[in-house]
């Protein structure tokens, strides 16, 4: 299907890495499934970090492996480092997304390390890459977190997201991830970062990667596709939180993503009402987490007319 | 001060219509009181409805003529009809907040009469109006309810906005007021309307009221305002909802509207902080009514630089 959008589910890692009750595997593969089934052509399944550091991801291996039985589905997964990758090109995944802060201090408390010292494991990475046949090379997604924001340094001066993205680049990235990992975005500043970035790397993909914290998500969304980003990140419900701000959400709802860009009339290939329906599964599996989604309480507008068949709409 | 957005609190209006729980009057001119404080510089304090159709708005009289004393405030009311404006009229009020339904069924729900008929009548207000002694004389303001749907109608023809835009002009208005009261609005159907609107009647000011129903109002909110509309109705805590949509929410909540516009480095004469305290006295007086706001939960940004001292930011 044609798709103007790509809407990417990313609650299963940074929604579950969150959650100190393990989501069994079994109910992982049943969201991934079903969230396949909805439309959903993308999806973050989980993340190879060291089990002991996140024992909800004991299962990366299996959830990689089964996700990737499903026709037209592709398949990601965070990695933090080189070794994360070995596991990624091992199992043949599609997409590895590398994670690195643009704060230096987001950086060191998230991967205990300098950022050249990412930037030179990201190099790694892409040379392991290479060297894999050619039908088992993976996208491979340069990441840069707290690129709007950081909770421990505050502002973050734009020329640094743009340097960053430029290395990148030259390393070898495949696509460009920029992600307000703490949530301190607006539209304004969103506009800064992605045009920057944009005009630096504009040969290769930007996605957007929001966080709903302090409820300007959807306009940064919108500010985005303004300056002609077209892949965006959510997690099913809101899933997930941010560990520095107690309380809060955490990525922006999918569900509400998916009916701002098929209201615009931006085709994104998911069914609303299947991918609501979907909320029951994680429902099931986590009944005491907080499922987040303005769609979900107030349902679709009266008469409403999916993108798909938006010429039947009134002027 | 001077500001770039003018914020406007509609929470006493639109927030409590929907609460059978009275709110005492004491507690209305404190919260009035308390937002004024912290900087909002207009406020819609009440309806003049009959009060057995609302009894919340019974003390209509009395918060009007209290909150004139605040010195700076520009004190505004909801008017359905004529009968409404002559007690606005008698009391002084500043302003004079009309409304009617884009929607024909709408408008015979909402007040009991076609739109030609409201129409008409808002003719007559405006003769009340010019017949005032200059220095009495409100600000009359025409509003475009269910402007960007209708949960009766569905979606509304554009062409239906601009023409009662051009109409109410035409009558005599100072101000238009475009509201989606339903919250179906999306960014590319706000800039639709608000272009279309702003091209007809572009010599007077254009609001925006939004409600945050299906997570779409702040995104909104950025799109009427790169069509250049600087008026926004919000209500603190969202308080609020719509009696067509069990447990949504309502208006976009005051709060999160302006930490997104500072944070965009629009000036809104507002403390963030001191807005934030208000909302002690919402839950003092509606302990069971859900106060929403990502703002209240998640703090402000670490190192967060008001848009009063803009020039303090790293690029």
Wanted: some cysteine.
């Amino acid at each position: 299907m044609n798709v103007d959008v790509i809407v990417r589910e990313v609650g299963l890692r940074d929604g579950l890495q969150m959650e100190s009750t393990f989501f069994p595997t079994g109910q992982k593969l049943a969201w991934i499934a079903a969230e396949a089934a909805a439309g959903v052509s993308e999806i973050e399944v989980t993340s190879y970090v060291p089990p002991k550091l996140i024992p909800q991801f004991i299962d990366a291996e299996e959830v990689t492996r089964r996700s990737m039985e499903i026709a037209g589905l592709t398949v990601a997964a965070l990695i933090p480092n080189s070794k994360g990758a070995e596991r990624g090109l091992a199992l043949g995944v599609h997409k590895l997304n590398f994670v690195m802060s643009v704060s230096r201090t987001h950086n060191l408390k998230n991967v205990r390390r300098e950022r050249e010292e990412s930037m030179a494991d990201f190099r790694r990475i892409v040379e392991l890459r290479n060297a894999m046949p050619e039908s088992r090379r993976p996208v491979v997604v340069g990441g840069l977190s707290t690129a709007l924001g950081c909770s421990f340094e505050g502002r973050i001066p734009v020329d640094d997201v743009r340097r960053y993205a430029a290395q990148y680049v030259e390393a070898g990235a495949d696509e460009i991830s920029v992600a307000d990992t703490v949530g301190y975005g607006d539209p304004a500043l969103v506009r800064k970062v992605f045009t920057a970035v944009l005009a630096e790397v504009g040969r290769i993909p930007v996605a957007a990667h929001f966080h709903d914290t302090r409820a300007t998500g959807l306009a940064n969304v919108a500010a985005a596709l303004d300056c002609g980003v077209r892949r965006f990140d959510a997690s099913l419900a809101g899933l997930g939180g941010c560990p520095f701000a107690p309380g809060a959400t955490g990525n922006i709802v999918m569900d509400d993503l998916c009916f701002m860009l098929d209201s615009m009339g931006l085709k994104t290939g998911v069914d609303l009402a299947r991918l609501l329906a979907v909320r029951d599964i994680v429902r099931g599996s986590l009944p005491d987490a907080p499922l987040h989604g303005a769609l979900a309480r107030a349902g679709l507008p009266k008469n409403y007319i999916p993108a798909s068949q938006a010429e039947r709409r009134v002027a």
